[in-house]
């Protein structure tokens, strides 16, 4: 079983819904990042937090808010998705950013009606 | 712009074969090469990395060969097992960077 925990693992939405994503790692990892991925597609980089602060937003539009609580939880906060954001959310953790391996959860499949 | 191609896209292989899969990159400063496995409905998971000081990398049934020059590195499953059955993504980074780039993905089938 995979050591990043993520709930829910199934979300369906209107897109006029509020929603969050959570993400809980126990492995003092300081590094906490969110993926997106489509279909048999690679996963796409959208956030990543180091020491809870956020360093990196790779351009994601404003419907999609991360917040780092704390060093082992990460959450995605949703508002008035579109049908095309529906994708598999992962979270990741690493020990620091940089080259140190990723450790991913399985996912939040997301689907926007 | 695409920093690593990988390929093929898919393959299909007997059991007890070899399966193959390439990725090329641009970057020269890359120094950070892992392969992620993925089954379905799963998040991926390291499955071997490799730096670019090293030409080649065994763990178990899977090995990793890098060629500098060339800018190439492969992953060979020897004895491939049903149970290989995923989609593998090659990615590499620069140190301290935070971002990987990641291949296309090969969906690999091992048929009994």
């Known amino acids: 079983d995979t050591e990043v925990t993520q709930t829910p693992k199934h979300l369906v939405m209107g897109m006029t819904n509020k929603k969050s994503l959570k993400c809980e790692q126990h492995?003092?990892?300081?590094?906490m990042y969110w993926y997106k991925q489509k279909a048999k597609k690679p996963p796409e980089l959208m956030f990543v937090y180091s020491y809870e602060k956020l360093s990196i937003n790779e351009s994601v539009p404003s419907r999609f808010s991360p917040e780092c609580p704390n060093s082992s939880l990460l959450n995605l906060h949703l508002h008035a998705l579109q049908p095309e954001d529906s994708a598999l959310y992962l979270c990741a953790s690493s020990v620091r950013t940089g080259n140190s391996p990723l450790h991913f959860g399985n996912g939040t499949r997301l689907t926007v009606t | 712009q695409q920093q690593v191609k990988q390929s093929p896209q898919s393959l299909i292989v007997q059991k007890g074969g070899i399966s193959i899969i390439n990725c090329a990159y641009e970057n020269t400063a890359f120094d950070y090469f892992p392969w992620y496995q993925q089954f379905p409905g799963k998040g991926p998971a390291l499955l071997i990395a490799?730096?670019?000081?090293?030409s080649e990398k065994k763990e178990g049934r899977f090995t990793i060969s890098f060629n500098k020059s060339a800018k190439q590195f492969s992953l060979h499953i020897m004895d491939s097992q049903p149970g290989d059955s995923a989609t593998y993504f090659c990615?590499?980074?620069?140190?301290?960077?935070?971002?990987?780039?990641f291949g296309a993905g090969t969906t690999v089938t091992v048929r009994a």
């Open positions: 990615a590499a980074t620069l140190s301290n960077d935070y971002k990987l780039s």
């Open positions: 490799i730096r670019p000081d090293v």
């Open positions: 492995m003092g990892h300081r590094a």
